[in-house]
């Protein structure tokens, strides 16, 4: 199937399993910055590695401090390969703007209704750089 | 999304200030495209809480802005770092982390930002005036800005903070804008026992009840017979910004732009209305304790926000003379350390057993000894949220007379007369 998301931040074309969050999730206190995993045990991905996913993410929650974990997994390379959010998150987002001023790769960021993840979770996904994204 | 930059504003993204200035624009630039923001605005303050060591990229990002020559545009105060520099505490971090959060705590320093180091920067002389705009980091800081001050701000937090202070523009959205300032709930207090709501416990109380009914809705607090103080409302927005996303409450009859219930709500029916019982309270205090025994205690810590001087004159009074059986880390800013030096106070406080803490504080940073199954008592709401995921310690919420009774005593005691 295929599912046409808005770009939010430009970054290159990709092509990485497609994985979708059952559950808001908080960065900061939620995901580990030095192993690039969902720490926070409430979580229902408990212990998902994020590296190379395209990331789908239904909602954010959670402090202020988000782009600063995301700032720390694009630097320890330990990012996802596109971030995929139901809505812009400015806080989560700026952790990819801050990373692309320093010079760093960052992942595409794309906004897409969260209905259509379930469809996409599990699925290698062809990702272009308009957004339009592909299950092989 | 589009987003119109003046002329000067493209000019300086583009690098005409240098590349630090520049890379600042355009990170406000970029954060105001996503959120929908039509343009920016001038701002006169900022409070940064970025000086915080999460991870060393955000010491990179600091370098990065120093290399490029930026300074802060506007007046800026920093929030808490993980390192006591006063050298009244100590903490267990490991060399790397230490050497990393040093050379953070240095590149807001070179980045023109004002050392305050503390969490109540608005204690420590910077209060921006009634309707200023600003951009203001750390939850509790922003939540008393926007409440008690009535300056504007949203919730800021890492890279944009420092962004904003370099450009001096924050983007137009949000609290910055007057129509969403507007109360949309009533949290009624007024069924409620008045000795209780005139006493320092209940407010940490009720900013965590607030906090997790109201989430990241404006409220504004009604059915008060009296003017809470200063440190009342400090106390409520901490714990209602840590229990949900509070940028800003209003209490009628006692914030600037509530000056009564329908003022906060601009003439409009409020989409809901909690009746807060006697029960909802009792409900909320027992959710601040997390230990699941209250027969001992290893640590007491209050200071969360960072204590004022009149509560340093509180705890003094408390203490009478008498040395703690448990250790009481008392986090403050060095504007207070100064002051209690001068009166001989530090000294004093510290041969009773009370560790001071400056410029940082105890659920941030590791300096409460590592000891599986302890448990910590505070009074802050703030500090009851935290401290069990920061720490590891359980917590034993009472208000100050309580732990300062049991730090005393050396075990847990409730209901101390103040």
């Known amino acids: 199937m295929t599912a046409q998301g808005e770009v939010l931040l430009v970054g290159a074309a990709v092509t990485a399993p497609g994985f979708a969050l059952t559950a808001p999730i908080s960065f900061w206190g939620g995901v580990d910055p030095k192993s690039g995993t969902i720490s926070d045990p409430r979580h229902p991905e408990h212990g998902t590695r994020l590296a190379g996913l395209a990331l789908m993410i239904p909602a954010t929650v959670g402090s202020s401090s988000a782009a600063a974990i995301l700032l720390e997994l694009v630097h320890g390379g330990r990012a996802p390969a596109a971030v995929i959010l139901h809505e812009p998150d400015a806080i989560l987002l700026l952790g990819l703007i801050v990373a692309k001023e320093m010079g760093m790769q960052t992942p595409i960021a794309i906004r897409l209704d969260r209905d259509q993840f379930a469809a996409l979770h599990g699925h290698e996904l062809q990702i272009s750089e308009s957004g339009l994204l592909r299950s092989a | 999304m589009a987003v119109t930059l003046t002329t000067e504003e493209r000019a300086i993204a583009g690098g005409s200030l240098g590349e630090g200035a520049a890379m600042a624009m355009r990170i406000v630039a970029e954060t105001a495209r996503l959120m929908g923001a039509q343009q920016l605005i001038a701002i006169e303050s900022a409070h940064i809480d970025g000086a915080l060591y999460h991870g060393d990229s955000g010491t990179l990002f600091a370098e990065t802005l120093v290399a ?154 009604s059915g008060l017979n009296f003017r809470p103080w200063e440190d009342l409302l400090k106390a409520f927005g901490a714990a209602a910004a840590s229990a949900g996303a509070v940028g800003l409450f209003h209490v009628a009859g006692a914030t600037p732009e509530a000056g009564d219930e329908a003022i906060a709500l601009h003439f409009r029916p409020p989409l809901e209305r909690i009746m807060v019982t006697p029960d909802m309270v009792l409900d909320a205090q027992r959710r601040l304790s997390t230990a699941d025994r209250a027969d001992r205690i290893d640590a007491v810590a209050i200071g969360s926000p960072h204590l004022s001087l009149e509560e340093f004159d509180m705890l003094r009074r408390l203490m009478g003379g008498r040395k703690t059986a448990v250790p009481i880390y008392a986090c403050t800013g060095r504007h207070v350390v100064k002051v209690l030096e001068r009166d001989g106070h530090r000294q004093e406080l510290e041969a009773l057993g009370v560790v001071i803490v400056a410029d940082t504080c105890v659920v941030v940073t590791p300096i409460l000894p590592d000891t599986p199954g302890a448990i910590l008592m505070t009074n802050s709401g703030k500090f009851a949220h935290y401290a069990p995921s920061n720490t590891g310690y359980a917590v034993l919420y009472g208000s100050l007379a309580d732990c300062v009774e049991s730090a005393v005593v050396g075990v847990p005691m409730f209901g101390v007369q103040s």
Request: aromatic share 10%; with cysteine.
């Open chain 2, 68 to 221: 490029g020559g930026a300074k802060v545009s506007v007046r800026s105060t920093l929030n808490v770092g993980a390192i006591d520099l006063t050298g009244c505490s100590r903490n267990r971090l490991p060399a790397h982390e230490h050497a990393m959060a040093s050379r953070m705590m240095t590149a807001y320093r070179l980045l023109g930002c004002e050392q305050t180091w503390t969490c109540a920067p608005y204690q420590a002389g910077h209060r921006p005036r009634f309707g200023a705009q600003v951009a203001w980091g750390e939850s509790n800081a922003v939540a008393f800005c926007n409440s008690v001050l009535g300056a504007r701000t949203n919730r800021y937090g890492d890279f944009l903070d420092i962004a904003c202070a370099i450009a001096g523009r924050a983007p137009d959205y949000g609290l910055h804008r007057t129509e969403n300032r507007r109360a949309s709930v009533v949290f009624d207090v007024s069924k409620l026992d008045h000795t209780f709501l005139y006493s320092d416990i209940a407010w940490p109380i009720l900013g965590h009840l607030y906090g997790r009914l109201i989430g990241d809705a404006v409220g504004v607090v």
